[in-house]
């Protein structure tokens, strides 16, 4: 019997965080704005980061940029909130996601648990307890038990090549009056869409 050839370990190349960066802008998600509270002072911070880890207990994550200002106030915190933002909320999400002294100045929003601010008319919202970090790479990933949310079931904001776009419910639309037809002419608009954003990408 043959011996099995020896593995090569084969060394990787560096790879160019900016290509990186744009690969992983092929995959669209959703975007957030969290939030928390330490005594007088609130942070918030856009990220498209957040997921879901467990059911059981109720655990979500987010990441935050080690040099990110607001760090020192999400590693105090109690707890934290997530804005899970509506397809209409893009300029919230811009304005959150700048660097400014007062980022909630003019801003409508409640506290949730630990004092977290909270937007209204998101489409859902997620109060956290910290649960937990880690230190990855140039990140700090956070992990949070829900301990209370709301969904308000409206059409969500999405990151898509650095584009915030809307996603459509077909089931919604098809139903509202057109059925099969509007669903058609809706794919056929999506699709022109998408062409039109990844030209506009190439521009600029």
């Known amino acids: 019997m043959k011996n099995a050839p020896a593995l090569k370990l084969v060394e990787l190349l560096e790879i160019d965080p900016h290509a990186f960066r744009n690969v992983l802008e092929n995959f669209p998600t959703g975007v957030t704005i969290v939030t928390a509270a330490v005594g007088t002072r609130k942070v918030g911070v856009t990220a498209n980061s957040f997921s879901s880890v467990s059911l059981s207990p109720p655990l979500i994550s987010w990441s935050i940029d080690k040099r990110s200002s607001s760090y020192e106030v999400f590693n105090k915190a109690s707890h934290f909130a997530v804005n899970i933002l509506a397809a209409d909320q893009s300029n919230l999400s811009g304005q959150f996601a700048r660097h400014s002294e007062d980022k909630f100045a003019s801003v409508e929003h409640t506290h949730g648990a630990g004092g977290a ?62 059925g099969h037809r509007s669903t058609a002419n809706l794919d056929r608009f999506l699709d022109c869409r998408s062409k039109a954003m990844r030209q506009f990408k190439h521009w600029y």
């Open 117 to 178: 601010p909270i937007f209204p008319e998101c489409s859902a919202h997620l109060e956290c307890e910290l649960f937990s970090q880690i230190d990855a790479g140039d990140h700090y990933i956070i992990l949070g038990k829900v301990v209370a949310f709301t969904d308000h079931d409206t059409t969500p904001l999405v990151l898509l090549r650095s584009l915030q776009n809307w996603v459509t419910n077909h089931w919604r639309f098809a139903h509202r009056g057109g």
